[in-house]
C-alpha cells in the first residue's frame, strides 16, 4: 500500500517561511508528476504547485508564483517532495497536501496517490 505522509506544517506569523516535506512508503516504476495541494478552512482543495517529471518543469499557482518552490530530493522513484514557503500570508493557512501521479508496475496503470496532510496556520 502506498503511503505519502507530509510534515513540517506549523505555526508561522506572516512574511516567515515553512518546508514541507513529504515521504513516499513506496519505490514507483514512474512517476508522471509530483504536486502540492492545500484546502483552506471552508474552501475546496486547490491547486499549488507541481512539477512535471518528464520535463522537468514546474507550475504554481498564481498567487504563490515567486514565494513557493516545489523540488524533490533522493531516488528519482521514490523522492521526498519538498515545498519552501517563503513570505507567508495569512491566506496560506490550509491544509497542504503531497500528491504523486505515478505507476506501481509497468502494467498497474497511472495512479493518483495522496498524503493525509499537514496543517499549516499563518497568523499573527
Known amino acids: 500500500q502506498v503511503q505519502l505522509v507530509e510534515s513540517g506544517g506549523g505555526f508561522v506569523q506572516p512574511g516567515g517561511s515553512l518546508k514541507l516535506s513529504c515521504r513516499i512508503s513506496t519505490r514507483f516504476f514512474s512517476i508522471a508528476h509530483i504536486a502540492w495541494y492545500r484546502q483552506a478552512p471552508g474552501k475546496q482543495r486547490e491547486f499549488v504547485a507541481m512539477?512535471?517529471?518528464?520535463?522537468?518543469?514546474?507550475?504554481?499557482t498564481e498567487s504563490v508564483q515567486g514565494r513557493f518552490a516545489i523540488s524533490r530530493a533522493g531516488d528519482p522513484f521514490q523522492p521526498t517532495v519538498m515545498l519552501q514557503m517563503d513570505s507567508l500570508k495569512q491566506e496560506n493557512t490550509a491544509v497542504y497536501y503531497c500528491?504523486?501521479?505515478?505507476?506501481?508496475?509497468?502494467?498497474?496503470?497511472?495512479?493518483?496517490?495522496w498524503g493525509k496532510g499537514t496543517h499549516v496556520i499563518v497568523s499573527s
Open positions: 500528491n504523486v501521479e505515478a505507476w506501481i508496475t509497468e502494467v498497474s496503470g497511472r495512479m493518483d496517490y
Open positions: 512539477m512535471d517529471m518528464i520535463g522537468p518543469t514546474e507550475n504554481y
